[in-house]
């Protein structure tokens, strides 16, 4: 069977790690301050902070927003990783979950309004899938937007780069992940002092005093990968795209496929009651395919994450699959989705 997911780690990549093991300098070196600097050119912004992981870039995104203990986080409903919802824990905040639009696995406005209180202390924003999210409504609300990249990065709203509108952004470089460190993550934004705060409580290394501190730093070794990734960037991002495409034209018509700018998966949504039957015929013919979303609360109160959950199918496109494996999945799409199965529009 074909995995759901698979990094793409090549020879460069290989090199790379092998050159910072033998040089020894293992946690930090140059590489370290290299990857932050070209992350944060990649997005025109400062050097970004980088991070051990997506979870902790978004803990850290969190308290460098200086949320206050039993502040209210703002945050959908349904994800395909319960980090959101966890890091707003870790961070001392109260999850407060609001619903998902109708036209994006993303956050809905209008239900975010309805969840604004006086003890709201940010919005906590998953470009889900690779589709953005409505910036400009969220923003509106004048609560600091944390951007949750995981999924989408390289994405543009409005021709900026994601990560970078709301006042912080939070990237993950897990090793399925659009971009691979192996393992990794960063926290982005344009204000020097929320940097400040993040490249601080990072790392509790060399420093004496009496705060509270992490360790989240990202290690040199990462790092060196993290950097042939972000070169090959482009080229990651394009296959995606192309991957996406190839799947989009096996089908009759455009209908219910849903691809973000980032094509994180190719998703499909269905119609009530012919979700579970597509699934079961593309498993049963073998084809990677997945629901995404769980709920991260009882899901009573979420008319349209409920939609999203249940009548929703994801299918791979990571760089790493052949060009004969995407055939081979396309073929058995076209052949596995009948009349009537997907949502004509959404
Ligand atoms: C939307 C989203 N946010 C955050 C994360 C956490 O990233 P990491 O696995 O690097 O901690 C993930 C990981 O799956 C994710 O999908």
């Not at 409005?158 to 970078?164: I, K, L, N, S």
């Not at 990968?225 to 296959?239: D, H, K, N, T």
């Amino acid at each position: 069977m074909i995995p759901q997911a698979r990094p793409l780690l090549g020879p460069a990549e290989e090199q790379a790690a092998l050159r910072i093991m033998q040089s020894g300098m293992l946690a930090v070196g140059p590489e370290s301050e290299e990857f932050e600097n070209r992350l944060g050119q990649w997005l025109a912004t400062p050097p970004v902070v980088t991070t051990s992981n997506g979870f902790s870039a978004l803990h850290l995104g969190l308290l460098a927003l200086g949320l206050k203990p039993g502040a209210e986080v703002i945050l959908p409903c349904i994800s395909s990783c319960s980090a959101i919802r966890d890091a707003v824990a870790a961070a001392g905040g109260v999850p407060v979950f609001a619903d998902v639009s109708s036209q994006t696995p993303n956050l809905d406005a209008a239900s975010v309004e309805r969840c604004l209180s006086p003890r709201t202390g940010a919005i906590l924003c998953p470009h889900h899938l690779g589709c953005v999210a409505d910036l400009d409504e969220l923003l509106q609300f004048g609560v600091p937007v944390l951007e949750d990249c995981a999924q989408s990065p390289g994405a543009l709203y409005r021709d900026q780069p994601v990560g970078t509108l709301g006042r912080v952004g939070a990237f993950s470089f897990y090793p399925t992940k659009v971009m691979a460190a192996i393992d990794g993550g960063a926290v982005a934004s344009r204000d020097p002092a929320v940097l400040a705060v993040a490249r601080d409580k990072r790392y509790y290394g060399g420093i004496q005093d009496d705060q509270y501190r992490l360790n989240y730093k990202l290690s040199n070794l990462n790092a060196a990968v993290g950097l042939v990734q972000l070169a090959r960037l482009p080229e990651l991002l394009e296959r995606r795209r192309a991957i996406g495409q190839r799947y989009a034209q096996a089908l009759p018509a455009m209908g219910g496929i849903v691809q973000g700018s980032v094509v994180f998966r190719f998703g499909l949504r269905t119609r009530p009651g012919r979700t579970q039957p597509l699934l079961d015929r593309l498993l049963q013919a073998q084809v990677p395919c997945r629901r995404e979303w769980y709920f991260l609360c009882p899901a009573e109160a979420f008319p349209q994450a409920r939609q999203w959950h249940d009548d929703f199918l994801t299918l791979p496109t990571y760089p790493a699959l052949s060009d004969e494996q995407v055939d081979w999945i396309a073929e058995r799409l076209a052949r596995a989705v009948q009349p009537g199965d997907l949502l004509e529009s959404i």
